[in-house]
């Protein structure tokens, strides 16, 4: 089971004392190695069939220092995909390249293979405005616009041209509240500004309002840190009824929430891409030291 | 996976998985030495001794419901995931297994008080002695694998349950014959029987708790002859 996840310099002994009665133990020691061990390529299967964005190769630098080394991942349709790491791994730089958020900070340059539905992401004929309707976002800290509710989730439909007329706004608007879970607690008052809603009705309309320009993938970088766990807990039955028509990306801080919301996870350690498996995978049997190290709380 | 609970970030997470292990395995301790008591008192007809069996069999229990809370507590408390995760979950299950090869242990002690009141031994002793040897030792065995997290060995105590239960059914041949031969002995045969039956269940249990070894260290869990589930 293990000596495939070992780097090369690990396996040649590992392999020597297969031949030998006690190989069963030395496998099961050898498989641990170190906490410190190098990540030489990804375990798990970060790949998948049907995918909806596919990466390869990807590397991030921020001017002289590299922050994502080599990442190659899969991420299926209408699948939640969650990356976990400690602070500083590189999960939100790679989420924040796949609707090019990272053009934005000056010095940062990416590198690889970026694809959804196979058109490149980082193309030359791209326009990101509308790559970021097709890929929408969602950050960590609620950020409504000053604006009205009702302008709050009417404003990106309007600017993408996806409806003008009124009617045409007013339905858009009360489905993706609805779809937000938020809709039986504004529908009395649309005309009040966003930012006097609560941290967690603010977030659902910052979900409401990325949803309301129809995107096929929604990326949230660690949507529940600000929220208390009732408001968490919205969300998270959010996401999971969101994934039926849409692919999602998480970033987050909280391992229960990744076990709870994802099918797959991605652990990423000093900008490396670790291992990549089923949800349940990682949370009972991960394959890498360093996952285990991680979601075990082992990290000195 | 090389086992490491004493690595986490927190001190007092290290230490409740390590008296949870700990708590599970002084179990195993008085549990073994039950059977032993047990398997002694039937064999001196020693009715003193198969008293207190039963009276520790109330310890055991109270054992088990100890580990149970803890395990709970832990679960709570700190949502243990991977191998701390299957750390709790085999030490709840191995602590099921251990209280019931107690209960074993008291129904032997039962036999050895009736028997005892009957006066004559009957055959069929050397039949206990011997299934009585192979399963204690697969008891201590399987606990001691769990100990060293020693998948290796679990997997050899484990196989020694089918010898287990191959002597144990051309034992009840034998017990079979004896009742034929003299129809007076039913009674007392039947005693030996049902030990005999104790004794095999506690092979049995034993090779739950090597499955256990295997569950922890490995993540596979091969209950119910589904070794292939072990990469």
Redesign the interface.
């Known amino acids: 089971?293990?000596t495939m996840t070992l780097n090369a310099g690990e396996a040649v002994p590992a392999q020597k004392e297969a031949t030998q009665p006690?190989a069963?133990?030395t496998e099961?020691?050898s498989?641990?190695a170190n906490?410190n061990s190098q990540v030489d390529g990804t375990v798990g299967s970060p790949f998948c069939d049907d995918a909806k964005l596919r990466m390869r190769n990807v590397n991030v630098f921020y001017g002289e220092s590299q922050a994502i080394h080599d990442v190659s991942l899969d991420i299926g349709r209408n699948q939640v995909v969650a990356m976990i790491g400690p602070s500083g791994c590189g999960k939100s730089t790679f989420l924040r390249c796949l609707n090019r958020m990272n053009d934005t900070i000056e010095g940062c340059r990416v590198e690889g293979e970026l694809s959804l539905d196979g058109e490149a992401i980082y193309g030359p004929k791209v326009d990101v405005v509308p790559l970021r309707a097709r890929v929408g976002m969602v950050f960590q800290k609620p950020n409504p616009f000053p604006k009205s509710i009702y302008d709050n989730v009417a404003y990106g439909p309007k600017i993408h041209g996806i409806a003008s007329r009124r009617a045409e706004l007013d339905e858009i608007v009360e489905n993706s509240l609805r779809r937000a879970g938020l809709w039986n607690e504004v529908k009395d008052r649309l005309d009040k500004p966003g930012t006097g809603l609560s941290g967690g009705q603010q977030q659902r309309l910052c979900i409401a309002r990325a949803i309301a320009v129809s995107p096929e993938v929604i990326l949230m970088d660690e949507p529940c840190s600000a929220l208390d766990p009732i408001a968490t807990a919205r969300i998270e039955e959010l996401i999971d009824e969101l994934r039926e028509n849409y692919t999602i990306a998480i970033v987050t801080h909280s391992?229960?929430q990744a076990?709870r919301v994802s099918q797959r996870t991605a652990y990423f350690h000093l900008g490396k891409l670790v291992e990549v498996n089923d949800t349940e995978t990682v949370?009972?049997?991960?394959e890498h030291?360093l996952?285990?190290?991680y979601?075990?709380?082992?990290?000195? | 996976m090389e086992m490491h609970f004493d690595q986490h970030i927190s001190r007092q997470f290290n230490e409740d998985l390590e008296s949870l292990k700990t708590e599970m395995l002084e179990m195993g301790g008085l549990v073994t030495r039950q059977v032993a008591d047990a398997v002694e008192a039937l064999a001196n007809a020693d009715s003193e001794l198969a008293e207190k069996v039963l009276q520790v069999e109330e310890e055991i229990d109270r054992c088990e419901m100890e580990v149970d809370e803890h395990a709970t507590l832990i679960i709570a408390k700190r949502q243990p995931a991977a191998s701390d995760l299957r750390m709790v979950m085999s030490v709840i299950r191995i602590a099921r297994d251990l209280e019931r090869v107690g209960d074993e242990a008291s129904k032997i002690a039962k036999m050895a008080i009736a028997l005892t009141d009957e006066g004559t031994a009957p055959r069929g002793y050397t039949e206990i002695r011997h299934i009585a040897n192979a399963v204690r030792k697969m008891l201590n065995d399987a606990l001691d694998a769990y100990t060293r997290f020693d998948v290796k060995s679990a997997m050899e105590t484990l196989a020694k349950d089918e010898q287990v239960d191959m002597d144990y059914r051309s034992a009840i041949r034998e017990m079979v014959t004896y009742m034929m031969e003299d129809p007076r002995s039913i009674s007392r045969v039947m005693n030996v029987l049902w030990t005999l039956r104790s004794l095999e269940r506690i092979g049995d249990h034993a090779k739950n708790i090597c499955e256990q070894v295997v569950y922890l260290v490995k993540g596979a869990d091969i209950r119910h002859g589904n070794e292939k589930n072990m990469r």
């Open positions: 089971m293990s006690v069963e133990q099961v020691k498989r641990a906490p391992m229960q076990a949370f009972t049997n991960p030291d996952t285990e190290a979601i075990t709380g082992r990290f000195g």
